[in-house]
């Protein structure tokens, strides 16, 4: 008898749909997850495109249905770190970092957070806020456990002083956990890219160049200005401009490919903003509108006719700081003219690049990438199955996908692994 | 209802939570005063153990038959509460939840006196609701292990395939005589060139060849009938009538070829289509001879032209064809009139580089400015006006090809309507959630996959066919469907039959269906998902919303409004 | 509720605006403690018989939290519960009370903030209205014609009307269904109205000068409620007949 389970590796869209699917087709499935939440990338995101869906309110409910699913064993802050084994028995070998909080008896209440003396950027934020050392990433956090950030904490006691539930657990020490799985489904995401080496952007120099993903942050009534758009200088914006294929579509780094998502999260990000800013002027500057997917000329159209985003084609070559803290962004709108269009914020949509550690994960998992350091698949084609028997990849891990089709990409390995784990199909070839 | 109402009402502090805020005390002592309360306590955290446990021992001890707990969210703890209940052996649904932290302490911390009447009268509203609350389960149906794939095209090959192997009997239905859809005619595939003819022969075989997959070749949909787990189809198979019961349904009737009729003088010769001109190359007219120039014009027909959308495989198609050409016969000029170029993802961008070095010529038309399609004495002129270098540029053409969009078939509104599954303004067929349910439909048990639902190419029509097939499997698998037990129902004698309720409900979950009094609705449990739209819209107020029925809103805005303090 | 302060009833579908508010809580966003909070799973299922009932039972404010257009769980129950706001709202200024009572916001569930701030400007504006003052006749009219077929199908078909016409294919405008809705909603309240003056026999004049009403209309409404049964003849006096509403088996 092989082992009815499967691993899924990465708490995000993909990840959850493909459990999700394993589980209620009573498969069991060991979810295990790197940071504090599942959620993934979505969970940061304001809205969506093209319906303009709030992105939490849509997904919480999905990461509650994932965590309490009888079938479905959620392992956050975990790692896989060794397999054994093959396609039918893989034998897996799972590092948990402690918490410092019991799970079992957290009930959310934030008590500890309140109390806690130190401040930490937020990571969920992009840095933009202020989190307590006794934290969870965000409000919707799932499981609504907090943790204690120990390396930062000076171990004051303050926390377990105010917790009535006894919950803090000062001597929790990492723990190695083992599952028996027939299968794995590796959907690990993606990380934006740092565009500090991009010196033409000024990133990280320039006051008010920020990413696209910090801007969903800024945006997003729950975030760190509960929604308001300012610059560092405290100021609303007036005049903002978006510029495409930050270090994408380039060959500089190896990164020739387009990310897929860039042009319509833009067009979106521009919509939001003409929304809370009515008098705001918008402007992408871009090379190609990537407008392919359902339903995206349609929200191109609107955000021209009814929201006056205004598109340029052209691609910055250079950005400039005024003294009072505005840009001038100088491209060229055809072979004989430079322009230059002034803004008080930049927003890079930086490329999008396989995750951090992803190179680590494939060794362990002893699967191929490919040259840009997505996972390889076994058949063109199929987008299913990695180069190695039993695992199969979901998600922007295997190349640059949005929201839907991610989803679509989680389930479909899911079905793979049903063959496997249902229907028995070690035989590749049946 | 006879028997005599028994509540318990277990008040939570929160640690300070609540407690800080509320006079927790005085809200119990307000509560234990209540009609129908003969118990109520409070605790320090009521979702601990000890909590719990204490609900638990007080169902037996005072044979409570209603639990009321005011503490938290039910967003988070209903569940948890709901278990406790049934441990006890009292009906999950006998549960009533307060919300006096996230919507009473948390929100007035400086108001702590007027906090407190808040959570007495919230308790106050719990205990009314609680007294009217019915138990409820669930609803299971068995489902029929088999599945049906409508077409046979990648995406209905795939999913069936995989349906079949994942240990499920389908039936795979295709209205030509051979599986394949437009792989069929297409001559190499993009960016590996693969052929065509030779990637859709192995998957045939494979499809062919297991023992699960049960072959419909020639036959069409007459009627479906049913629901999740208990669907009939019926089929026209070579003009015989058959009956199949399957659990599951997928749709995959995959699009057409836009036929660009009138628009630059199309003419099926010498101005073409994507398609004609790869059915061109495949039959080995790949030199095309005689040929000197060739314009493939993007967007022909899409992107406001006849069609509103973007048809997100035709850039990459184009690419494709034109770089065969140029690579097979160097002496013919390609060019590519083009808007926007899709060449999106981790592959299409290096192999439009290629094209680019195999020395096809693209050129950026803005979309307010088409090309022209010129024809005098034979000859044909594309006028194209270059964005970059704002200026008309003719392009003299032996060949011009119209990379034109997909769009749905003619037949599939007849499908729409049988299977009661809706299509969308572009009239490709409309999933249940644009983000997170694209393979779905809103009606259980009905599924979608490939370009039925919109443009899109072989992998992802692959990855859509894996997809609908592990979400079709579930019910299988399973072997039953249930419903939530929170659904409506139909009074039918008030039930006039009028239909307003089968027309607001997004899940066919209410029909009306002939009786012997005459046309009434009647609520298919499985399928409703308990939002009480219907209840709200009966023109007879005969629909009962359960859980959230008009007697339980009602008393508790009524018990919410009575300011009378209660006499104990 | 003491005695005095504004009296607020708050409909909140599960999957947005209850989440919203729960954010609200979570981020301990404060606002006035005037508000009572019932949640149902979906804004389409607040019928508007229990909005006019909560106001009936002396709600100065209602408030109806969905989710955001396109966001809703259940699809379309957001579009179909604006419609029977909508009509609740006529049927207030019926009933002489300001439709500003009665308020529908869409609130997602990551708007916690937005969700305290339109409850501090509702209450805000509720204190500025008052206590709410209605006659309990008029009020109680206006309920039951929202439990009347005519307006409930209108509130319902009213999309469809606007969209894909009506079964002759004839598509409303915007501005003949606003026409149509008010013709409705005055007819169907003034019927209303006669058949709860004729818990007790009265003849088309005495109703009419009751209710401040044309002989004429009432005499069209009293041969309506006639023809559904509603009524029945009482006795004729001196000639003139008067009517008298038709006792429900069980009653009240």
């Known amino acids: ?430 | 209802m006879t028997e005599e109402l028994r509540i318990g009402v277990f008040i939570c502090h929160c640690g300070i939570n609540i407690g800080g805020v509320v006079d927790v005390p005085a809200v119990v002592e307000y509560a234990s005063t209540l009609e129908n309360v003969v118990h109520a306590e409070r605790n320090l955290y009521t979702c601990s153990s000890d909590g719990l446990e204490s609900i638990k021992s007080a169902i037996n001890e005072y044979e409570l038959n209603r639990v009321v707990v005011a503490s938290c969210t039910p967003r988070t703890h209903e569940p948890l509460f709901r278990a406790t209940c049934e441990e006890a052996g009292l009906n999950r649904y006998l549960f009533e939840f307060v919300n006096i932290r996230d919507q009473c302490s948390w929100v007035h911390m400086h108001e702590l006196e007027k906090a407190t009447e808040k959570a007495k009268d919230l308790v106050r509203m719990g205990v009314a609701k609680a007294a009217l609350l019915e138990p409820l389960e669930e609803l299971t149906s068995e489902v029929t292990p088999s599945a049906v794939v409508i077409g046979a095209g990648i995406s209905g090959m795939t999913a069936a395939l995989s349906i079949a192997k994942n240990g499920f009997h389908v039936h795979l239905i295709e209205k030509k005589r051979e599986m394949g859809g437009m792989l069929r005619r297409l001559y190499k595939l993009y960016p590996t060139e693969e052929l065509a003819a030779e990637f859709l022969e192995q998957r045939i075989k494979a499809v062919e060849e297991h023992e699960r997959v049960e072959l419909h070749l020639s036959a069409s949909i007459k009627a479906v009938e049913g629901y999740v787990g208990k669907f009939k189809v019926i089929l026209d198979e070579n003009g015989a009538e058959k009956s199949i019961d399957t659990g599951v349904i997928i749709v995959a009737t995959g699009a057409k070829e836009f036929e660009p009729e009138g628009l630059y003088e199309y003419d099926g010769e010498k101005v073409i289509t994507q398609l004609q001109l790869e059915e061109k190359l495949k039959r080995g007219d790949s030199k095309l001879d005689g040929i000197e120039n060739v314009v493939m014009i993007q967007c022909a027909g899409a992107r406001g032209e006849v069609v509103g959308y973007c048809s997100k495989i035709c850039c990459m198609n184009a690419i494709k064809n034109a770089k065969l050409i140029k690579e097979a016969n160097p002496d013919i000029n390609v060019f590519i009139a083009h808007n926007e170029l899709q060449a999106y993802g981790e592959e299409y961008e290096l192999y439009y580089r290629d094209a680019k070095k195999a020395g096809v010529r693209f050129l950026r038309f803005p979309l307010e400015r088409r090309p022209k399609v010129i024809k005098s004495e034979g000859k044909l002129v594309v006028d194209v006006f270059h964005e970059r270098l704002q200026m008309n540029i003719p392009l003299e053409a032996d060949l011009v090809v119209l990379s034109v969009p997909l769009v749905q078939n003619p037949d599939a509104e007849k499908l729409s309507k049988m299977l009661k599954v809706p299509l969308g303004q572009d009239k490709f067929f409309f999933e249940a959630h644009v983000k997170l349910r694209p393979v779905d439909f809103a009606t259980d048990g009905i599924f979608l996959c490939g370009t039925a639902q919109g443009p899109k190419d072989i992998e992802e029509s692959i990855s859509q066919g894996y997809a609908a097939a592990s979400r079709a499997t579930i019910p299988l698998a399973k072997g039953y469907v249930s419903s939530e037990a929170i659904i409506s129902s139909v009074d039918e004698a008030i039930c006039v039959g009028c239909g307003i309720c089968e027309s607001v409900c997004p899940y066919g979950a209410v029909e009306v269906v002939e009786t012997e009094e005459g046309r009434r609705a009647k609520v298919t449990g499985v399928k409703c998902k308990g939002c009480g739209t219907c209840g709200s819209s009966c023109i007879k107020r005969a629909i009962k919303m359960h859980h959230f029925t008009d007697e339980q809103l009602i008393a508790q805005e009524r018990t919410a409004l009575v300011t009378e303090e209660v006499v104990s | 509720m003491k005695e005095g302060e504004v009296k607020i009833i708050g409909f909140l579908c599960n999957w947005c605006c209850y989440a919203g508010a729960d954010l609200a809580g979570v981020s301990r966003f404060q606002y006035p403690p005037n508000i009572r909070i019932i949640r149902v799973m979906c804004s389409g299922r607040v019928d508007p018989v229990i909005i006019l009932d909560t106001f009936l039972w002396g709600a100065d404010g209602v408030f109806i939290g969905g989710c955001h257009p396109g966001d809703c769980h259940y699809m379309q129950g957001n579009y179909y519960a604006e419609k029977k706001i909508e009509m609740a709202k006529r049927l207030l200024k019926e009933a002489g009370v300001e439709p500003e009572r009665l308020r529908l916001e869409w609130v997602s569930a990551s708007e916690g903030e937005r969700f305290a701030g339109v409850m501090r400007e509702f209450t805000e504006e509720i204190k500025e209205l008052g206590k709410i003052k209605f006659e309990k006749d008029e009020m109680e009219a206006a309920c039951i014609a929202a439990a009347d077929y005519r307006l409930r199908i209108l509130a319902t078909k009213e999309k469809e009307l606007l969209e894909e016409g009506n079964k002759y294919g004839e598509v409303f405008t915007r501005h003949e269904m606003n026409r149509l809705l008010d013709d409705m909603v005055r007819e169907e309240y003034e019927a209303k109205k006669i058949l709860l003056k004729l818990k007790k026999p009265k003849s088309v004049k005495e109703i009419a000068a009751e209710l401040n009403l044309k002989p004429n209309v009432v005499f069209r409404h009293i041969m309506d409620l006639r023809r559904y049964e509603l009524i029945e003849v009482h006795e004729i006096r001196d000639n003139t007949p008067t009517y008298v509403a038709k006792v429900e088996e069980g009653g009240e």
């Open chain 1, 1 to 430: 008898m092989k082992d009815r389970a499967v691993l899924v590796i990465g708490g995000g869209v993909a990840g959850m749909q493909a459990a999700f699917d394993l589980a209620e087709a009573g498969i069991k499935v060991c979810l295990v997850e790197r940071t504090l939440s599942i959620g993934g990338r979505m969970a940061q995101l304001d809205k969506t495109f093209p319906t303009n869906d709030c992105a939490i309110c849509i997904l919480a409910p999905k990461m509650m249905d994932c965590y309490r699913h009888e079938n479905i064993e959620v392992l956050t802050l975990s790692e896989v770190t060794a397999i054994e084994g093959e396609i039918g028995s893989f034998k897996v070998k799972i590092r948990r970092k402690p918490r410092f909080v019991d799970e079992a008896k957290c009930n959310g209440c934030g008590d500890c957070a309140r109390v806690c003396p130190m401040g930490i950027l937020n990571k969920f934020d992009m840095d933009l806020r202020v989190r307590s050392g006794a934290y969870i990433p965000f409000m919707q956090a799932v499981p609504l456990i907090y943790a204690l950030d120990r390396d930062k904490c000076m171990r004051c006691g303050l926390c377990e002083a105010v917790c009535g539930k006894d919950a803090i657990r000062y001597d929790q020490k990492p723990e190695i956990v083992e599952r028996n799985v027939s299968a794995i489904i590796v959907a690990i995401g993606f990380d934006p890219l740092d565009p500090s080496g991009l010196t033409e952007y000024g990133y990280g120099r320039y006051d008010n160049v920020i990413t696209a993903l910090e801007f969903e942050r800024l945006i997003c009534a729950a975030g760190p200005t509960g929604g308001h758009v300012i610059r560092k200088d405290g100021k609303e914006v007036k005049r903002i401009a978006w510029i495409q294929c930050v270090g994408a579509r380039d060959t500089r780094d190896n990164r020739p490919y387009c990310c897929s998502v860039c042009c319509m999260h833009a067009t979106k990000e521009a919509i939001l903003t003409k929304e809370h800013y009515p008098e705001a002027a918008t402007f992408v500057l871009y090379t190609d509108l990537r407008c392919f997917g359902k339903g995206f000329q349609e929200y191109v159209n609107r955000a021209e006719d009814d929201y006056e985003v205004k598109y340029i084609r052209g691609k910055p070559g250079e950005i400039r700081e005024k003294e009072n803290k505005n840009l001038e962004i100088f491209y060229s709108p055809s072979s004989d003219r430079v322009e230059k269009l002034e803004v008080d914020m930049v927003v890079l949509s930086t490329a999008l690049i396989p995750s951090e550690g992803v190179e680590a994960l494939a060794e362990i998992l002893g699967t191929e990438l490919d040259k840009y350091k997505f996972f390889k698949l076994k058949d063109s084609y199929n987008p299913t199955e990695t180069t190695r028997a039993g695992i199969f990849v979901a998600g922007y891990c295997q190349a640059p996908r949005d929201i839907p089709e991610c989803i679509a990409h989680g389930s479909a390995t899911a079905s793979r692994a049903m063959e496997v784990v249902l229907g028995g199909s070690y035989d590749r070839r049946a």
